[in-house]
C-alpha cells in the first residue's frame, strides 16, 4: 500500500521539552490518525483529526492538519520518559473508510 | 473499553508447522479487522482486511493459500500461516474496527519464530 511520510525519522529530547512529529499523505482523506507503540506492543490510537477540521487537542497532545499541503503534525508538550515510544500517522482515504496508509513512524526518545 | 486481544503473544516452531494466531474483540463488535506484519524498526504493512462472514481481501503480493483468515463471527478472526518457513518470522498485529467508529483497536501482536 502507498505509505506516507513521516519526519523525522528518529528524535531525541529531554524530559520537560516539547515534541513535534510531521507527517505527510499522497491522497485525499476523510481523517487522519495518531498512533503510538512501545517497543514490542501493539498500537494504542491516540488522536483522530477530521479532514474538515485544523486542530485538536487531547491533553498533552496538539494534532494539526493542513489539507491543502497535505501534512499534519503531533505535538507532546512537557514530554516525560514514559512517552518513549514510536509515533505513527496513519489517514483514512475518502471513499475507503476503513483502510489506512501508514506513515514511517517516529522513534521518539525521551532522556530523564 | 474497545480492547482487542491477540493469542498467542509468542511462538517458536519448527519449519513446516502451520501456526494460528487469534484476534477476539473482547467489548465491541468487530465487523472488520486488519492483520498486519511489521518488520523490526518498519511500519505496518497491511496483509489483508477481514470483514465478518466473508471472505478476506488480500493486498498484493500476500499469498491467501499462504495466511488464511477467518472472521466467522463479529468478535473473532483467525490468520493461519501454513507450512511457515524462517521467512516467515515476524511481529503479526491485528486490530478490529467497529461499524460506527473509525479507530482501530490494536492487539499486542504475535512474535512468530520459526526455525
Known amino acids: 500500500s502507498q505509505q506516507g511520510e513521516e519526519d523525522p525519522q528518529a528524535l531525541s529530547i529531554q524530559e520537560g521539552e516539547n515534541a513535534t512529529m510531521n507527517c505527510s499523505y499522497k491522497t485525499s482523506i476523510n481523517n487522519l490518525q495518531w498512533y503510538r507503540q512501545n517497543s514490542g506492543r501493539g498500537l494504542v490510537h491516540l488522536i483522530l483529526i477530521r479532514s474538515n477540521e485544523r486542530e485538536k487537542h487531547s491533553g498533552r497532545l496538539r494534532v494539526t492538519l493542513d489539507t491543502s499541503k497535505k501534512s499534519s503534525s503531533l505535538l507532546i508538550t512537557a514530554s516525560r520518559a514514559a512517552d518513549t515510544a514510536s509515533y505513527f500517522c496513519a489517514s483514512g482515504e475518502a471513499g475507503n473508510n476503513r483502510k489506512l496508509i501508514w506513515g514511517l513512524g517516529t522513534s521518539l526518545a525521551v532522556n530523564p | 473499553g474497545a480492547v482487542v486481544s491477540q493469542h498467542p503473544s509468542w511462538v517458536i516452531c519448527k519449519s513446516g508447522t502451520s501456526v494460528k494466531i487469534e484476534c477476539r474483540s473482547l467489548d465491541f463488535q468487530a465487523t472488520t479487522m486488519f492483520w498486519y506484519r511489521q518488520f523490526p524498526k518498519q511500519s505496518l504493512m497491511l496483509m489483508a482486511t477481514?470483514?465478518?462472514?466473508?471472505?478476506?481481501?488480500?493486498e498484493q503480493g500476500v499469498e491467501k493459500d499462504k495466511f488464511l483468515i477467518n472472521h466467522a463471527s463479529l468478535t473473532l478472526s483467525t490468520l493461519t500461516v501454513t507450512s511457515a518457513h524462517p521467512e516467515d518470522s515476524s511481529f503479526y498485529i491485528c486490530s478490529a474496527s467497529s461499524p460506527v467508529e473509525q479507530p482501530q483497536h490494536f492487539g499486542d501482536g504475535t512474535r512468530l519464530s520459526i526455525l
Open positions: 477481514s470483514n465478518e462472514g466473508s471472505k478476506a481481501t488480500y
